[in-house]
């Protein structure tokens, strides 16, 4: 489906719609198709004249907003970082993050900076490897729909076993996505029905070889056909999340500890931005399907629909998230960590032995007798002091 999203910046060059266009009845209006094998350009003398304001607005935005999106994702994944011990969601997000930074340059620095430089900045025999990582950095995103729904899931559900989930097995499922992704990319790109997509400097944007090939030859039914079943599994892990957080809430919850609370709030609280992403996934490539416009600036807009996609992700953790939000103002030296007499609370459970006789063996008590202790991080001398 994104190449058939990016497809949409390809020109007619006819008065008369092919048959393979016909096919495609909604979206005729917004088809543009290029006839010709080589390059062609909506402008030929457009790599002649210097930088116009126009090429320094596209150019420039993109570059802006995905430097700007790559430099706050990197802080907040650092923070996440230091936290995936106790907090597993954060594992599952900081996979997912590294695949948007993936796309941050893919969809807004490279395609800025072709428009900058006027030039496609690699060779055209090096158009197709660039396609396989590029469909390689997008579907491992894909997939991270599904993998982040169900670390979602799996917190709320079963949120003892989600917390002693080890950090080697969290990873790997991660690394899951990459490798399956991979293993997609070699299985089609080296098809004789496959078709490959360059930018091209002067559209603002991304052209098909042979978009012809691309409609007839069942690349992009395949593509939409991936994407709509990709987007099914973290449909029903959010619903089912929802479904679960709602019949809880009409139940006591008068066993859980402080802890408990605690590492629960925020697991439940990183659901809203990853729903919300999703959503705006879904209604971002549906806008650009039906409502992209013509023109060159018909590409910059698909650019930045993707590059927007990515760059919202640190956005919605900070909004949603207060303890991200907290140790992000912390770490850039906005605030100072608040020390208090009372931050840290914990319960502790003794459990005394009892001699019933010299002969008897010592067996524990049933009787579980309680100690309560209050950690309290003084602030007042140079260094940090514990005191229990």
Avoid at 192 to 217: K, Q, R
Avoid at 347 to 355: A, G, M, S, W
Wanted: contains cysteine; charged residues 15%.
């Amino acid at each position: 489906k994104r190449s058939f999203v990016l497809a949409l910046s390809i020109r007619l060059s006819s008065t008369t719609s092919p048959p393979a266009v016909e096919m495609f009845g909604p979206f005729k209006r917004n088809l543009w198709i290029r006839k010709k094998e080589n390059t062609v350009m909506g402008d030929p003398d457009w790599y002649n004249r210097p930088l116009s304001f126009e090429d320094l607005i596209a150019g420039g935005s993109l570059i802006c907003v995905s430097t700007i999106s790559i430099i706050l994702y990197a802080v907040v994944m650092k923070v996440m970082r230091k936290s995936d011990k106790e907090i597993v969601g954060y594992r599952f997000l900081i996979s997912a993050g590294f695949a948007d930074i993936l796309l941050l340059i893919n969809y807004g620095i490279w395609p800025g900076l072709t428009i900058l430089l006027k030039s496609e900045i690699i060779s055209k025999t090096s158009r197709h490897w660039l396609q396989l990582y590029l469909d390689w950095a997008w579907f491992s995103m894909v997939w991270h729909y599904a993998v982040v729904g169900w670390s979602r899931w799996l917190a709320i559900r079963s949120p003892h076993s989600f917390r002693c989930q080890s950090r080697r097995y969290s990873y790997a499922i991660c690394a899951c996505c990459y490798v399956i992704s991979l293993m997609e990319v070699l299985a089609t790109h080296f098809q004789p029905w496959y078709v490959t997509f360059y930018y091209e400097p002067s559209s603002y944007g991304m052209l098909a070889e042979d978009f012809a090939l691309y409609l007839t030859g069942g690349q992009s039914t395949m593509f939409l056909a991936y994407h709509v079943a990709a987007i099914i599994p973290p449909t029903v892990f959010y619903a089912w999340t929802v479904a679960i957080l709602v019949k809880r809430r009409r139940s006591a919850q008068k066993t859980k500890t402080a802890m408990h609370i605690l590492n629960s709030n925020i697991e439940s609280r990183l659901l809203l931005p990853c729903f919300i992403n999703m959503v705006v996934f879904i209604v971002g490539q549906v806008v650009i399907t039906h409502e992209t416009g013509e023109g060159k600036w018909a590409g910059f807009t698909i650019m930045l629909v993707f590059c927007t996609n990515s760059a919202l992700n640190p956005l919605l953790l900070l909004v949603c998230s207060k303890s991200i939000r907290k140790h992000v103002l912390v770490l850039l030296g906005l605030t100072r960590p608040a020390y208090s007499s009372q931050k840290y609370t914990s319960t502790i459970y003794k459990n005394p032995l009892t001699v019933r006789s010299k002969t008897d063996i010592m067996i524990p008590s049933p009787a579980m007798s309680v100690q309560q202790v209050q950690i309290c991080v003084s602030s007042t001398s140079s260094e940090s002091s514990t005191h229990l």
